[in-house]
């Protein structure tokens, strides 16, 4: 997505980073980042001679990524204790560079924590449970090379960067 036609095709651009780690986008968020994108682009880019400004799109995404933190927090809420230490963090990135992270904020085991409702499924095999469940929800997405990688629907939520990428969510200011 950029300056000039050869950056990209809007529509697979949308859907494609809306998708979780399993390349399922919701209708929800598709619906949140084009309608978001309709209005920014109207209210920023009023002369623009297409429906959507391309930075408009750029911003509807952070919208459907905070939409969507807030239903995951919802059904998970341990998700967000555990992904706020890796704010700030790019990726892709080694499970190492993560479980430091971890272990300096949250302890040496997700044992350790107490949690407001229930915990992760694994975690009582430690921060590689916590890994996998993170994983299983689509949240993480582990490379043929080890590292771990993330959707932009969950990244730019939780704050985390990308060469080339999306911005992370800043501030919920509307903005």
């Known amino acids: 997505m950029g300056r000039d036609r050869r950056r ?12 979780d780690g399993r390349g399922r986008t ?10 978001s994108a309709a209005e920014d682009s109207l209210k920023r880019y009023p002369d623009h001679s297409l429906a959507l400004h391309y930075e408009s799109i750029k911003r509807g995404v952070q919208k459907a990524s905070e939409i969507r933190m807030s239903e995951l927090a919802e059904d998970y809420p341990w998700v967000t204790t555990i992904m706020e230490p890796l704010r700030g963090l790019s990726v892709p990135c080694t ?22 409702r229930l915990p992760p499924e694994h ?6 449970g916590v890994r996998g469940d993170l994983g299983a929800l689509g949240i993480f997405d582990s490379m043929q090379d080890g590292r771990i ?3 932009d629907i969950y990244r730019v939520g939780f704050g985390l960067g990308r ?7 800043i501030s919920s200011s509307g903005d």
């Open 163 to 169: 060469r080339g990428g999306v911005k992370p969510v």
């Open 95 to 116: 499970c190492d560079n993560i479980e430091r992270r971890w272990k300096g904020e949250l302890g040496e085991s997700p044992a350790d924590m107490k949690f407001e």
């Open 8 to 19: 990209g095709i809007p529509y697979i651009w949308t859907v494609g980073n809306l998708a």
């Open 149 to 151: 990688n993330m959707p």
């Open 26 to 35: 919701s209708p929800r968020s598709f619906l949140a980042a084009i309608r």
């Open 123 to 128: 975690y009582e095999k430690g921060w590689s």
